[in-house]
């Protein structure tokens, strides 16, 4: 089975129980729009100085991946941090065809659209993102934005029994979920297991009293 064969299986299953009337009306809601799920891998984590190595991005529309949708974007960089390509793979010596960073810029936005962008911890990919866009003389980015760290909180019962963090970690979320960490720290990898977790906060959020898609774009 392939890659986006499991995220489709997935996906389908996760919904297929679902047949209650309010459960129908919200994931009714949800099933018109089209969510590009996305993580970036960078030299490091200064907005102005570190740049953008790879922007790995998932569609999300109608509780399924279209196959043939997916983005990874390899940018050609001069900018290389040793410490942080350990930790990513991304090598200055790597053979792959990599379009410079206004090029990408230009191939993400197109894909992009006018969708709901999810990330986790998605301050610091979109300011990524709109930094290189600023450079290269575009418009930011004003997509509506959900970050599953975020949404991830509004799934936990408030009592003093339980030890709340104040961020919850990508890693956190998938041995929360059981999601494979295989590709972890892969900008595809980690889009994917994003995608994954969203759709399993998505499941707990539908069963909360008056959840709804309105709701769900104030997070």
């Avoid at 299986?9 to 679902?18: A, G, P, V």
């Avoid at 196959?67 to 990874?72: D, G, K």
């Avoid at 090598?91 to 206004?102: G, M, Q, Y």
């Amino acid at each position: 089975m392939t890659f986006f064969t499991k995220i489709k299986t997935f996906i389908q299953s996760l919904w297929r129980s679902s047949d209650n009337s309010s459960d129908e009306e919200i994931l009714g809601e949800i099933n018109s729009l089209r969510f590009v799920v996305l993580d970036t891998e960078t030299t490091g984590f200064d907005y102005e100085k570190d740049r953008i190595l790879c922007i790995g991005a998932i569609v999300l529309q109608d509780y399924r991946i279209p196959l043939t949708e997916s983005l990874e974007i390899f940018i050609q960089q001069e900018h290389y941090n040793q410490s942080t390509a350990q930790i990513h793979g991304i090598l200055k010596a790597s053979v792959l065809d990599r379009p410079n960073e206004l090029e990408a810029l230009h191939q993400f936005v197109a894909y992009l659209g006018d969708s709901i962008i999810v990330a986790h911890h998605a301050i610091f990919d979109v300011t990524m993102i709109n930094r290189a866009l600023e450079r290269n003389g575009m418009p930011i980015l004003k997509n509506k934005t959900l970050d599953t760290g975020v949404l991830y909180k509004k799934t936990l019962l408030n009592s003093p029994l339980l030890e709340r963090k104040d961020h919850y970690s990508l890693d956190d979320l998938a041995d929360k979920f059981d999601i494979s960490k295989k590709d972890r720290h892969t900008a595809m990898g980690d889009a994917y297991i994003t995608a994954i977790a969203f759709l399993k906060i998505l499941n707990k959020l539908k069963d909360k009293k008056g959840f709804s898609l309105q709701q769900l774009l104030k997070y």
